[in-house]
């Protein structure tokens, strides 16, 4: 079974960079479509960017020519590198992994991240 597990998330200053990762165990990465997904308080969660097995790439207008997906097929790895942050990218940040063959949708625990001075 598919698990995903998130990291990287803090407090930053706006205009600053964050990197988060997303490391897959129970699945062959390079089957799988992966994204990154934002929830803010009292709000549904939302696509960043994702990417599909394919190397087609998808992501919100808030993320273009800021946030970056990034994968690591070898090592099971997915980033999300962020940079300029404001204020609004605060949120719970989801890594999401769905595999080519099906819709089933598996789910990292959310990280936090807070763009703040």
């Known amino acids: 079974q598919a698990q995903l597990v998130a990291s990287g998330g803090g407090l930053v200053q706006p205009g600053g960079p964050l990197r988060l990762s997303c490391e897959g165990s129970?699945?062959?990465?390079?089957?799988?479509?992966m994204g990154w997904y934002r929830q803010a308080a009292g709000k549904g969660r939302e696509l960043v960017v994702m990417?599909?097995?394919?190397?087609?790439?998808d992501s919100a207008d808030i993320a273009k020519g800021r946030f970056t997906i990034a994968r690591d097929n070898g090592k099971s790895i997915v980033y999300l590198q962020m940079k300029s942050l404001k204020p609004e990218n605060t949120g719970m940040y989801y890594c999401?992994?769905?595999?080519?063959?099906?819709?089933?949708?598996?789910w990292g625990r959310g990280n936090q991240v807070t763009v703040s001075s």
């Open positions: 129970g699945l062959i990465l390079s089957d799988y479509a």
């Open positions: 990417e599909t097995n394919a190397g087609r790439m």
């Open positions: 999401g992994g769905r595999p080519r063959w099906s819709n089933d949708e598996s």
